[in-house]
């Protein structure tokens, strides 16, 4: 057990993984998310109170979803960097947190565009929208904290309790909607419910969610490889694959 | 399929503007993330080259000041 901790903690044996696994991971997500998006767009029928406005939602649940799920593996990673100091941890913090930041201002730039036609406004300062823009922030802090410090292994430690003080405001998004009375509409996908809408509309919805969850995967990928090539550069195995890279 | 002709489907019952802002931005943004990534990614691997290679050898050193030129100038 504990060795292959250790072997996952280790930047190289990581670094052979996402290199076989990253061309699946783009591949299936591309044609998941593409699948999702011309079936949700094209062929899904219209919505009977909000008509076609609703489309949007094939690209606004898939970044809301993300972007609270990236923060979440985020504050599992920056438990994992304060109690065990494992580097690859705080790697995927930083690695991670601007596609976090992007995928969050998606989720509320998407939403604003809907809430237009559908609400009557872009923004209201309701709960769902105001915990949103409050992850945003986070995110955003994350970044900037991580580059402040240069020291790295303090600028590490940092940017994990930033990140887990944050985590409270999870649970706040998601019940957000049943707690306060909101204009925004209660989760499509609950655990234990069927969805309320037909399944010519979740279907789609689902495989773009899943297709962007495995295209989030590859950019983590991309992204942790590049900090370990610039954190690791002077162990042997980094100049190896440099060296043969150019080759 | 929900729309009964190609100017239906882009004017999608006078949402077509939200409807397609959001697309664009989306993978506007996204493309942008994954272009910055790749390019962050070249740009790391090529300092490490640069940072890896050999220091020149003594005959391909470009000449530092030397007594030919010395020499010349006192003729």
């Not at chain 1, 990236?70 to 599992?76: L, Q």
Request: hydrophobic share 55%; net charge positive; with cysteine.
């Amino acid at each position: 057990m504990w060795q292959i901790f250790h072997k996952l903690g280790s930047p190289k044996w990581f670094f052979g993984i996402a290199s076989t696994l990253m061309p699946w991971l783009l591949v299936a997500g591309a044609a998941l998310l593409m699948t999702g998006i011309v079936w949700g767009l094209v062929f899904a029928p219209q919505d009977y109170l909000q008509g076609n406005s609703y489309r949007i939602i094939f690209i606004h649940v898939p970044s809301a979803f993300l972007a609270q799920s990236v923060y979440i593996m985020m504050a599992v990673a920056a438990l994992v960097t304060l109690v065990w100091r494992m580097k690859l941890a705080d790697v995927f913090v930083t690695a991670v947190a601007p596609v976090g930041a992007v995928l969050t201002f998606l989720a509320l730039f998407t939403g604003a565009v809907w809430g237009k036609p559908t609400w009557g406004t872009w923004w209201i300062w309701d709960a769902r929208l105001t915990s949103m823009l409050i992850l945003l922030f986070l995110y955003f802090g994350v970044m900037a904290l991580g580059a402040a410090i240069s020291d790295e292994k303090s600028s590490a430690r940092a940017v994990a309790v930033l990140v887990l003080v944050g985590v409270v405001n999870i649970p706040i998004i998601k019940y957000s909607v049943e707690w306060w009375n909101t204009l925004h509409q209660p989760a499509t996908f609950k655990l234990t419910e069927k969805p309320s809408m037909p399944a010519e509309m979740w279907v789609p919805l689902l495989l773009s969610v899943l297709g962007l969850y495995l295209i989030f995967g590859w950019l983590a990928c991309l992204r942790m490889q590049t900090h370990i090539l610039a954190r690791e550069g002077r162990t042997r195995w980094v100049k190896e694959l440099v060296q043969a890279r150019e080759n | 399929m929900a729309f009964d002709s190609f100017s239906a489907f882009l004017a999608m019952d006078g949402h077509g503007p939200y409807v397609w802002t959001c697309y664009a931005v989306f993978f506007l943004l996204m493309g942008v993330m994954t272009w910055w990534s790749l390019r962050q990614r070249r740009a790391v691997i090529a300092q490490q080259r640069r940072r890896m290679a050999p220091t020149p050898s003594a005959d391909e050193r470009p000449a530092a000041a030397s007594f030919t030129r010395i020499e010349s100038s006192q003729d």
